[in-house]
């Protein structure tokens, strides 16, 4: 059973930056992929960032140049640094295994707002 805990999040101003961390238990982190995801009220949950258990990362066009995805694989642990946040950031932050799904942790809100 595999258990994601997001943490790190709060209410941050315009331009402002944030530094998510999710704990994962249950597999042997270092073999798989993880990846930010974000659901903001009455829209999809998109998917933000990836790391693949070699290092290789991929983001979204809205997020390029100003997100990073970053892991600790002796902490079992993934990190999202978000740099220059926008209002229309405000949503709550999932992490999970992109090629591996399993059940969602509860998330870590995030609120952009001045």
């Known amino acids: 059973q595999v258990e994601l805990v997001e943490s790190g999040g709060g209410l941050v101003q315009p331009g402002g930056s944030l530094r998510l961390s999710c704990a994962a238990s249950g597999r042997i982190f270092s073999n798989y992929g993880m990846g930010w995801y974000r659901q903001a009220p009455g829209k999809q949950r998109e998917r933000v960032a990836t790391i693949t258990s070699g290092g290789s990362t991929t983001y979204a066009d809205s997020v390029k140049g100003r997100f990073t995805i970053s892991r600790d694989n002796a902490k079992n642990t993934v990190y999202l640094q978000m740099n220059s946040l926008e209002p229309e950031e405000t949503a709550v932050y999932y992490c999970?295994?992109?090629?591996?799904?399993?059940?969602w942790g509860p998330g870590t809100q995030v609120t952009v707002s001045s």
């Open positions: 999970n295994m992109p090629w591996d799904l399993c059940s």
